[in-house]
């Protein structure tokens, strides 16, 4: 009877030991002023970027270095809600899966794209670990 309930026991144990190092971890979202930032994400993970962007202007975000990053999918521009000016800046979304190494440099550069050897008008980037 005392070696089935400690089998019970060691099995409840795993499968919550199991069922944790399954889990993934909620998705990281990051903004403007966490440029320069180092952020630690785990294998899977999805990383999300937000940056102002005006499209009117011809400016865009571009990755310039995904490092150990995968893109999922093209970014997304929304618009402002509810401001009803032509030429409001929006937002650019983007949206990573961390690879199995996640060691290195995410960074992005707001440039026109038709624009050749112009240095970008901002960078934004994350060291990751």
Known sequence: MKSRSLFLVVAAVMVVL????C????PLTLGEKDTGRTVDLSAGQ???VR???N???GFQWVVADAGP?????DPVYKAPEGSGAVGASGTQV???AAGSS???ELKLEYRRPWEKNVPAEKTWSVTLK
């Open 94 to 96: 983007f949206t990573f």
């Open 46 to 48: 999805k990383l999300i």
């Open 102 to 104: 996640g060691a290195g």
């Open 55 to 57: 499209a009117t202007t």
């Open 69 to 73: 990053m995968t893109q999922l999918g």
């Open 51 to 53: 940056l102002p962007s």
């Open 23 to 26: 889990a993934r971890a909620e």
């Open 18 to 21: 199991l069922a944790a190092g």
